[in-house]
Each structure stands twice: as C-alpha cells, then as structure tokens.
C-alpha cells in the first residue's frame, strides 16, 4: 500500500509540475468581475495610441525634422495617393480619409501589438501572459463593430447620393427593365442584393476574427511545441518560431488592407447608379 500510495503522489507532482499551453476559447474569457482578456488588451493599445498620439502631434507641429514626423507624413501621403487612384477624386478621397486609415491602423497596428506581446510571452512562459491578454480581432465584438461601422457607411452613402425613396425602391421593388419577365427577374435579383447586406457584415467580421484566432491558436501551438523541447543551454526554439512571426505578421498585413479595400469598394458601389 505504501508503494501504491508513493507512486500515485510521484505522478501528482509530476502531473503538476507539467505545463500545458494555454488553450484559448472561441470567445473572450473574464478576467476579473466584467472585465475580459481582450478588453484589457483593448485598454492597453489605446492607452498606448494615446501616447504616440501626443508625441506625432508635438512633432508635427514642430519645425524640426525628425524620424517620427518624416515617418507620419510619408504615411498619411502614401494612403492619400492610394485613396485618390480608389476612388478617382481627390474630394472623396479627402472626405473618407479619416475612416479607411483609421480602419486599417486599428487592425494593423493592433495585430503588431499583440505579436509583440506573444514574443514577450514566448520569453516569458512561467508568467502565463496569454492568460489574461488576448488579440483585439480574435474577439467577435470588436470585428462586428467594424464591420457595422463599414455596412452602415456604404448605406448611409447610397442613401445620401440616391435618396431614401430611391433606394427602398432599389432593394424592396425595383421594377424596371425592358420586358415583363426582365422585370420581374430584376425584382427577385435586388431582393438577393437585400440579403447581401447582412451577408457582408457577417463575412467583414468571421474573416477578421477567423484568421486573428486561428494566428493566436497557431502561434500557441507551435510556442509550446519548441519551448517542451528547450533546455536551459539550448534554445532553439526562438529561432525556429521565427519565421512563424514573420508568416503572421505577413498575415495582419492582409486583413488590414483586404478590409480597407472593401470598405473602398463598397463606398464605390454606393455611389453608382444601379
């Protein structure tokens, strides 16, 4: 009995000593009282947009040149080109700025912050960081808030250019074309552009959230993969999880420019005549 009982509290602690990797949920987990591990990370960001915010504005404003000022100007001049050949004016262009941009340093910017706190977690695995912080974008909240803000822009621009009469009748009874049967065929399709709204905020938002979770999952994964195979001499695996990184980061970059190009595209398609 005593063998039995000694044996049963070797694999206790060995069972214990064991750390697994932290297996994230398919949403948001609490923190403490309401608050969740992507709103914590949420605060942080914009805390630390608040920050750089105020000394972009100083350099700005400043004289001198600096790397922070050259930096923000060729940004902002970069996306002002790109808008211009989008929608073909420099008026829309100009007029739209502040939304696109926006859009895309939120999800860009926001996906860089949380690789750099997966490297720090990665360095750090005792402190169980991905615990309490998670990805902005792999909480469906936050990427339906984007993709209602994108949905109720392109209506409220159709509605704006064409009127409300005109685009009820568009989406509900648009009755117009050469025959009877064009007609009534022309109908039925604008019915189907009707349910394609909602499709498009449910497609702006599982894509977003889709690709940031599966990232967290990946790099998880392969984090607690290199790091059960380092010893205390010999890390490699910093260096084989590298081009992991390099993959992901790659991947942020996409979903930022896929969603401001269909924010351009949609904005587009509003304005023209149907």
């Known amino acids: 009995m005593t063998k039995i009982t000694e044996n049963n509290q070797n ?4 069972t214990e000593q064991h750390v697994w990797p932290h297996i994230p949920k398919i949403q948001w987990e609490k923190v403490v009282w309401f608050v969740s591990n992507t709103a914590i990370t949420t605060i942080i960001f914009w805390l630390l947009v608040i920050i ?3 000394f972009a504005n100083k350099a700005l404003k400043s004289n001198k040149k600096s790397k922070l000022k050259i930096g923000i100007l060729n940004y902002l001049q970069f996306f002002d080109e790109y808008l211009r050949d989008s929608f073909g004016s420099k008026s829309l262009a100009r007029k739209y700025f502040p939304l696109v941009v926006w859009i895309f340093s939120i999800i860009f910017f926001g996906n860089l912050f949380w690789l750099a706190i997966d490297w720090t977690a990665s360095a750090l695995p005792k402190l169980d960081i991905e615990a ?5 974008h792999s909480d469906l909240n936050t990427t339906l808030v984007l993709a209602t803000i994108t949905v109720v822009t392109f209506l409220a621009v159709g509605i704006k250019t064409h009127w409300v009469w005109k685009t009820t009748k568009w989406y509900l009874f648009n009755f ?22 909602p499709s498009v905020l449910t497609s702006l938002s599982l894509r977003l959230f889709g690709n940031i979770f599966a990232w967290m999952v990946l790099i998880g994964v392969i984090t607690y993969l290199w790091n059960a195979m380092t010893t205390n001499l010999f890390e490699v695996w910093r260096f084989l999880s590298i081009p992991f990184w390099f993959f992901e980061f790659f991947v942020a970059f996409i979903q930022s420019v896929v969603f401001a190009a269909l924010i351009i595209s949609y904005i587009n398609q509003a304005k023209e005549e149907h």
């Open 52 to 54: 750089f915010s105020f």
């Open 11 to 14: 694999t206790q602690t060995t």
């Open 176 to 197: 117009t074309w050469n025959n009877l049967m064009e007609k009534c065929i022309n109908v039925f399709v604008w019915w189907l552009h009707l349910i394609w709204v």
């Open 132 to 136: 309490y912080l998670r990805p902005m």
